[in-house]
């Protein structure tokens, strides 16, 4: 999901509430709800799924990358929290992933201008998630 566009006259508040709640408010709420039990097992592990962008303030996505930034922060923030129980959060910030992204955030990757070789397919993205 994406909200791209210039903030004050493109992009709609209904749509960037729910990239909020779909990329903040759900990354908490499952966070609190599986790693309280992970840590009294002492183990488990958590990959949440960030971006590149959450690495750089982001003109006509200014929503999209803010929210990625927040869940980077919050996924180093638990990680350095759960040191030495047992438990691993990982944070997965991927760059230009061949996805269906491009197309529901109005931003087809044809069109991006971008070469082909910045891409990553999205199984060798999520492998390396896994891995890490």
């Known amino acids: 999901m994406g909200a791209g566009g210039d903030f004050t006259r493109d992009t709609?508040?209904?749509?960037?509430?729910?990239?909020?709640?779909?990329?903040?408010?759900?990354?908490?709420?499952l966070a609190k709800r599986v790693l309280p039990?992970?840590?009294?097992?002492?183990r488990g592990r958590v990959l949440f799924t960030s971006?590149?962008?959450?690495?750089?303030?982001?003109?006509f996505q200014a929503v999209y990358n803010a929210s990625?930034?927040?869940?980077?922060?919050?996924?180093?923030?638990?990680?350095a929290e759960?040191?030495?129980?047992?438990?691993?959060?990982?944070?997965?910030?991927?760059?230009?992933?061949?996805?269906?992204?491009?197309?529901?955030?109005?931003?087809?990757?044809?069109?991006?201008g971008l070469p082909e070789l910045l891409f990553s397919e999205a199984a060798d993205v999520a492998r390396a998630g896994v891995e890490a």
């Open 68 to 79: 990625k930034a927040f869940v980077q922060s919050f996924s180093e923030a638990v990680h």
């Open 82 to 112: 759960l040191s030495g129980t047992g438990v691993s959060v990982t944070c997965l910030c991927p760059g230009f992933t061949h996805t269906e992204f491009g197309e529901r955030a109005n931003a087809r990757e044809e069109e991006s």
């Open 12 to 29: 709609d508040l209904r749509d960037e509430l729910n990239l909020i709640n779909l990329n903040i408010v759900s990354t908490v709420h």
């Open 51 to 59: 971006s590149i962008a959450a690495l750089m303030p982001g003109s």
């Open 37 to 42: 039990d992970m840590v009294a097992r002492g």
